[in-house]
């Protein structure tokens, strides 16, 4: 009777102290609503024992990571193990409950036990109030955390992070608040230290997130039974991104639609199918699958010749674009709306999504005489905007050549917001070009890109399993780099040591010493800074004077789309004197792009 009056009383306490405070701030004892990916083994499913006490309740603004302490061999059994743990906190310690809040074993299963609401515990000297507590059983000193169990790591942090909305700076082990321990342990603390828990964890937030499902223009368009195609002479400008939700080509789905008169395709750089690789001359050829005539954007002309438009109507353009000026697709597209305009031909843009999202915008506009394939229009280096709404600026504002305006129309995504990242769309990545792998690999290029055209001075990544991920040279030392760069404290991204061997490229079949780039906050960090900080941290560290030792027929000019940001920087090889100039085109381009935004 006692038992069952103390813990009726505590049920009682529990909802009214739920309904006392916000509903966001604190949950009640059983249920934070997991994602199945969690595979969380429940406190009821191991046999946890009630609450007989319990504590003030806590608001979650950190997580903080520890390991065990003790050896932990495969075969012992952990729920015995918790059972055990539960009556010896409760018994010896005096405290409420197990100590931390999630417990994960040698097979990465998770376990529920302390409820998160309540703080937990610790024999160290910090205050764990505020602190979401896991704990990796094993000791770490000794022992080597397995896959499996980084992975459960990384699902959880990434859970809670979003759920609690936990800064990455909040994100620590728990010998960053005391002196009075190694815990979690070398081995497992080095993937705090070193960024990768950071990495993983805010790439698989984006995955936790995925709850729409974007339909881009092509889908749409299908939907609409291709009225807008219909009766027309059709040619279509797409590459191996040119695909719907199921992976199926634009070319095919086309091709095959008894409504479409498809008559030619025409191929940027890589071609209609993505065989070729960066900057390779393509002549014109048949695709092998439809017997149709691929006339090459990337070969004698750059922009379609009046003998290629003559057998065609309309120009279907179809390609996903990385969201950042000097990524050649969008040149295309400027040119292939040029050429229409001049031969009385219509453009219709099949949108898809700007993998950077719709928000960000960084760096200058172009200006006169630094106009090339790399910088075709006056626009900022990341510009914000989907290939649809970026169309209908080109044509608007006269950024065409001789101003011209062609007739144009624009397939609209449906669910598609500005706020999203690629991974949220629900849609599958298909590699934009070879070095652009993922889905991330957007914002990497951003990051390196410009300082890649200095040749022969430094490798990116571009030749070696990480392209745009990287800053390395044979006479770099990789940790005193790392430090330098990561002495700037530059918000959402970290650096870490790193040596490799190229496989082709720069530095093919050298060992390389650098830093590699881990964004951490893929929303509010800055990109392009982070190639000049390095350029800083060479000059601070070595004495090197990279854009001048990599010049390459003014390419690195060019896709900055001016020499003033190298004029600048070379005064005094410091990162300060080339912002105000980096960013004053920001908000004049923000004011005029909004006009054509498709989408909030």
């Excluded at 200058?364 to 169309?391: C, D, K, R, W």
């Excluded at 690195?556 to 912002?579: A, H, M, P, Y």
């Excluded at 085109?585 to 923000?590: Q, S, W």
Aim: hydrophobic residues 35%; charged residues 25%.
């Amino acid at each position: 009777m006692n038992k069952f009056f103390h813990l009726t009383a505590f049920i009682i306490l529990t909802i009214i102290l739920s309904n006392c405070s916000s509903s966001s701030e604190i949950l009640i004892v059983s249920d934070l609503h997991y994602p199945k990916e969690l595979n969380i083994i429940s406190r009821s499913e191991w046999g946890w024992k009630p609450l007989t006490e319990t504590l003030p309740q806590h608001k979650i603004d950190k997580i903080t990571i520890h390991h065990g302490g003790e050896f932990f061999p495969e075969d012992k059994d952990m729920i015995q193990y918790l059972k055990n743990l539960q009556s010896w906190s409760r018994r010896e310690k005096k405290w409420i409950d197990i100590p931390y809040h999630f417990m994960i074993d040698l097979k990465g299963n998770i376990y529920e036990t302390r409820p998160i609401n309540y703080p937990g515990d610790t024999n160290t000297d910090y205050d764990v109030r505020g602190h979401a507590l896991i704990c990796v059983v094993g000791n770490y000193e000794e022992q080597k955390i397995n896959q499996n169990q980084l992975n459960s790591l990384v699902n959880l942090v990434s859970f809670l992070k979003d759920k609690y909305n936990v800064p990455d700076e909040k994100i620590k082990g728990h010998r960053d608040y005391t002196n009075q321990t190694v815990c979690p342990g070398a081995d497992l603390y080095r993937y705090i230290s070193n960024g990768t828990i950071f990495k993983l964890v805010n790439e698989k937030k984006l995955i936790f997130k995925t709850k729409a499902k974007v339909k881009t223009g092509i889908e749409v368009l299908r939907e609409r039974n291709f009225d807008l195609l219909k009766g027309k002479r059709v040619g279509l400008v797409t590459n191996s991104t040119g695909v719907d939700s199921k992976l199926k080509s634009t070319i095919d789905i086309l091709f095959e639609s008894p409504e479409v008169n498809l008559v030619a395709l025409y191929g940027p750089e890589h071609g209609v199918r993505g065989n070729y690789s960066a900057g390779e001359y393509v002549d014109f050829y048949i695709d092998e699958s439809t017997k149709l005539p691929v006339y090459s954007l990337y070969g004698k002309t750059r922009k379609p010749t009046p003998e290629m438009l003559k057998d065609i109507d309309v120009l279907v353009f179809d390609i996903q674009d990385i969201g950042s000026r000097s990524y050649t697709y969008i040149s295309t597209m400027g040119l292939v709306m040029e050429a229409a305009a001049e031969n009385d031909k219509k453009v219709i843009i099949l949108d898809r999504p700007n993998p950077l999202g719709g928000n960000r915008i960084e760096g200058n506009i172009v200006e006169e005489g630094y106009f090339s394939f790399v910088s075709q229009f006056s626009i900022p280096y990341i510009h914000g905007l989907t290939v649809g709404e970026l169309a209908i600026l080109l044509n608007e504002e006269g950024m065409l050549a001789n101003k011209v305006k062609c007739k144009l129309s624009v397939v609209k995504m449906e669910g598609w917001q500005r706020s999203m990242f690629f991974e949220e769309t629900g849609l599958p990545w298909v590699l934009t070009s070879p070095h652009i792998p993922h889905p991330y690999s957007p914002f990497y290029y951003a990051a390196s890109g410009i300082i890649g055209e200095l040749r022969g001075v430094l490798s990116i990544g571009v030749g070696y399993t990480l392209p745009f991920q990287t800053f390395a040279a044979e006479w770099i030392n990789s940790v005193e780099i790392a430090a330098k760069m990561n002495s700037y404290n530059l918000h959402g991204v970290i650096f870490r040591p790193i040596t490799y061997k190229p496989y082709y490229a720069f530095g093919k079949d050298k060992m390389l010493n650098g830093v590699q780039i881990h964004i951490t906050d893929y929303k509010n960090v800055e990109l392009i800074p982070i190639q000049f900080y390095f350029l800083e941290a060479v000059n601070e560290l070595y004495g090197k004077n990279l854009i001048e030792e990599g010049k390459n027929n003014d390419m690195f000019d060019k896709v900055l789309g001016t020499n003033r940001i190298s004029e600048l920087f070379l005064k005094n090889q410091k990162v300060d004197d080339i912002l105000p100039y980096l960013n004053k085109d920001i908000e004049m381009f923000r004011n005029i792009s909004k006009k054509y935004y498709l989408y909030q």
